[in-house]
């Protein structure tokens, strides 16, 4: 069996030796961003996660004419109305870094005795002509008062998980990959492969034009020589 093309709407090595590692066995080529020419970056301004996931996935589909997969996650604090939200990376500014968004966050929670949060992610599965698959995953815990732990990244070491009894920058990659919001809407997408595989081979097979009809070209048929 041929095996499909699925390209990661990233340019992050560890995304993709992770999707790779997931889905060893299955008849299909993961590739990412970095095996094709420049590529413009798309604007990550939807109103959801879904939203920003999709675009991310549709764009790069369109332009490379292949199946793509993203993600699009971030933190939504109970007591901030869902912030930070999709603005989870650039909290702070729009070239900020974690700990400008972490001191960010930190500053806005002070006080504040409902410290409830939640990550959340979305992966999106996009054909070019358009259809989507959609996956979620979320992972609940609290805000810490302050920085604990120096592994992970983003919000990691400000967010508790009462599931694991500490913070995501405290686990090991191993521990947070198999409760994250992430790793998560990752094990929908592996539990699922063998479907989603025959979804899109059924969409792209929808592209191909179709054979052309001989009778359109038997005006033009220069088989035999023709006496003028």
């Known amino acids: 069996m041929q095996n499909i093309v699925l390209v990661l709407a990233t340019r992050n090595k560890g995304k993709v030796l992770e999707f790779q590692e997931m889905l060893k066995g299955y008849p299909v080529e993961i590739r990412c961003l970095n095996d094709f020419g420049p590529i ?12 920003n996931a999709y675009k991310k996935a549709l764009f790069t589909a369109k332009v490379l004419g292949l199946p793509a997969i993203s993600d699009d996650s971030g933190l939504v604090v109970e007591a901030l109305g869902g912030e930070p939200g999709v603005h989870s990376a650039r909290y702070a500014g729009p070239a900020c870094n974690d700990q400008a968004n972490i001191d960010k966050l930190l500053a806005a929670m002070k006080g504040e005795t409902n410290r409830r949060a939640a990550f959340h992610c979305v992966v999106s599965i996009a054909v070019p002509s358009g259809p989507a698959l959609t996956y979620e995953g979320q992972c609940h815990g609290v805000i810490t008062e302050e920085v604990q732990g120096a592994g992970g990244f983003g919000y990691d070491p400000v967010f508790f998980c009462p599931e694991l009894g500490k913070t995501f920058a405290q686990a090991s990659m191993e521990e947070k990959n198999r409760i994250s919001h992430r790793g998560k809407a990752l094990q929908e997408v592996g539990a699922e492969f063998d479907k989603i595989l025959v979804w899109l081979k059924a969409r792209m097979a929808e592209m191909k034009p179709a054979k052309p009809d001989h009778t359109q070209f038997e005006h033009n048929d220069w088989s035999q020589e023709k006496m003028v």
């Open 40 to 51: 413009p970056e798309v604007e990550e301004d939807g109103e959801t996660f879904d939203d």
